[in-house]
């Protein structure tokens, strides 16, 4: 299930403390809209009410995939797929999330609506 919590956050810009919401799982089965939120690099990124500075949040984070597609003797099936990811050291815990979604197929159909190659 996908579950957003409240966080209480500090801007490193203007200083400014503020609380937003934070994605801690994400189901994408339930909710395939964060696919594309992961894939545009928007899925907590939070914006200071203040001077309107963008911000990720590196918090660990549960992804769910309740259809994810194996193939066992031969056969196709759907299996569920939870992965935990630990995103406390932020970009470079991001960078290695996204190229792992990446190599699972995940965002193939984002890559062939942006042109983009394989």
């Known amino acids: 299930m996908t579950k957003i919590e409240s966080y209480d956050l500090n ?15 994400v189901n994408i089965t339930l909710d395939p809209e964060l696919l594309e939120k992961i894939w545009n690099g928007t899925l907590n990124t939070v914006k200071c009410p203040k001077c309107k500075k963008e911000h990720f949040v590196a918090v ?8 994810y597609k194996v193939v066992e003797n031969g056969k196709e099936v759907k ?7 630990d995103l ?12 792992f979604l990446d190599m699972e197929g995940y965002f193939d159909e984002f ?8």
């Open 88 to 99: 406390n050291d932020g970009i470079e815990g991001w960078k290695r999330f996204h190229a």
């Open 11 to 25: 801007c490193k810009a203007c200083g400014k403390d503020f609380k937003a919401p934070i994605y801690e799982s």
């Open 79 to 85: 299996k569920s797929k939870m992965t935990w990811i």
């Open 60 to 67: 660990p984070l549960l992804f769910h995939d309740m259809e």
């Open 111 to 118: 890559k062939k609506r942006e042109g983009l190659n394989h």
